[in-house]
């Protein structure tokens, strides 16, 4: 037998498995690094989160991957230089982490590395019938397995597109195999780039689970700020929006867009919310002469409004569901505030509260869907194979 499938079939075949889980999202902040030992697979998955550190990307990093970021006019020849380029970027990183973190690479079973999204296109966005959903994620896994030595699962999001999904939210898998409790109804909501939950239902009835993206996370928030206030990245602790004031036309003209009729399940990038998304509204609401103060307050109660229009859809009958927050928007107390504030019925925590930290969550669930493409046999959820489609996810690269 080849001796690297020999050396996956051994650890697919053990107890449990120590994985390194990897995490860039829109937000292009930095890379979340997990290192978890994972127990077990499927419904009798455990896991211990061992380490976890987030890694802010440099500047020049950071611009480099935004001149291709979710634009359609990009040179074809920096996409291909790209891809290699971010996978050495983080397997360099991981090489790092594992130094700080005295861990021998003998004890690592695989790195499950996400990528980085350049571009986000469903059905929805680029609405060309011939054409399905689609989705690009960048930073090769042969080039990380080969730096690291360590056999690499990466680009998990094609498969589902493959099965009749939109290629995200991937976090269903997880948010069950983890979170799903009994006599509690669960909204896990990650508020990274983008916002998007899954919704666990109290009775069990995994039939019943609902994964969704339900509009801007912080993207638009950031976007904002880094093009107008100059040397910062996000509203720390919502400063900038505090100061400022709800523009209720400007509210209403940000929340007219079919994205928001459109039925569960439903995907968004960045390629919709953006600063022109922004303008037009502007424009539509003869705002475009009001403070940034007012914009930044403005934007965070429309991100807020769109996480608590999309609970309260599924909620209608305003039942106390838990809602269990994640993602960088945690850190954002107005957001939060806001949310709760149109949620009354609704206990507010952060994954913190079920012992997963709330920045590692996504990284957690990456290597938690590596841990089901060797050892898994399948997770059936959702109403239809097409809404949450049972397949492995991930493509395999040995480091030789
Ligand atoms: N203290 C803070 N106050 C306000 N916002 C914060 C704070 N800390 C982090 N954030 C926001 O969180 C963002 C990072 O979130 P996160 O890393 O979850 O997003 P992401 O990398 O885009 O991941 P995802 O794939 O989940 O979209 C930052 O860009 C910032 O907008
Ligand atoms: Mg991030």
């Keep these: 037998m080849n001796k690297n499938i020999e050396k996956l079939f051994q650890l697919a075949s053990k107890s449990e498995r120590t994985i390194v889980g990897l995490m860039s999202g829109t937000s292009l902040d930095g890379l979340d690094i997990v290192l978890c030992k994972i127990i077990g697979s499927g419904r009798n998955t455990k896991i211990e989160l061992l380490q976890f550190e987030t890694i802010s990307y440099e500047e020049n990093f950071r611009q480099e991957i935004k001149t291709i970021f979710s634009r359609r006019d990009v040179d074809l020849e920096k996409i291909c230089l790209l891809n290699s380029y971010v996978a050495l970027q983080h397997a360099a990183m991981v090489n790092e982490c594992l130094k700080k973190w005295n861990c021998n690479k003998n004890e690592i079973d695989l790195i499950a590395s996400h990528g980085q999204t350049i571009y986000h296109a469903p059905k929805f966005m680029h609405q060309q019938e011939k054409f399905s959903n689609a989705t690009f994620q960048i930073g090769d896994g042969d080039h990380i397995a080969f730096k690291t030595g360590i056999i690499t699962i990466s680009d998990f999001r094609q498969k589902h597109i493959a099965s009749g999904g939109e290629g995200a939210p991937l976090a269903a898998y997880g948010d069950y195999l983890l979170f799903s409790k009994l006599g509690e109804d669960r909204i896990m909501l990650n508020i990274g780039g983008i916002s998007n939950f899954t919704f666990l239902p109290g009775n069990g009835d995994a039939k019943k689970i609902i994964s969704t993206d339900v509009g801007p996370g912080n993207t ?19 400063t900038i929006a505090k100061q400022g004031k709800i523009n209720a036309e400007l509210l209403i003209a940000l929340k ?34 009001i403070s ?79 841990n089901e493409c060797v050892c898994g046999n399948g997770i059936e959820i959702g109403e239809g194979l097409t809404q949450i489609p049972n397949v492995s996810f991930g493509k395999i690269s040995f480091p030789n």
Excluded: W
């Design 220 to 238: 638009l928030m950031n976007a904002f700020v880094q093009q107008y206030f100059t040397g910062i990245d996000f509203d720390k602790d919502a």
């Design 292 to 370: 940034k103060e007012d914009v930044m307050a403005t934007l965070n109660r429309f991100t807020a409004d769109c996480i608590a229009d999309a609970i309260n859809q599924i909620n209608s009958s305003n039942s106390n569901f838990t809602i269990y927050i994640s993602g960088g928007g945690v850190h954002n107390s107005l957001l939060i505030e806001n949310i709760k504030s149109q949620l009354p019925n609704c206990n507010i925590k952060s994954t913190n509260d079920l012992f997963v930290n709330a920045d590692a969550k996504e990284a957690v669930l990456f290597a938690l869907l590596a």
């Design 256 to 289: 007219q867009n079919s994205f928001f009729e459109k039925t569960f399940p439903k995907t968004i990038g960045p390629e919709l919310f953006n600063l022109n998304y922004l303008k037009e509204a502007q424009q539509k609401s003869e705002t475009i002469s």
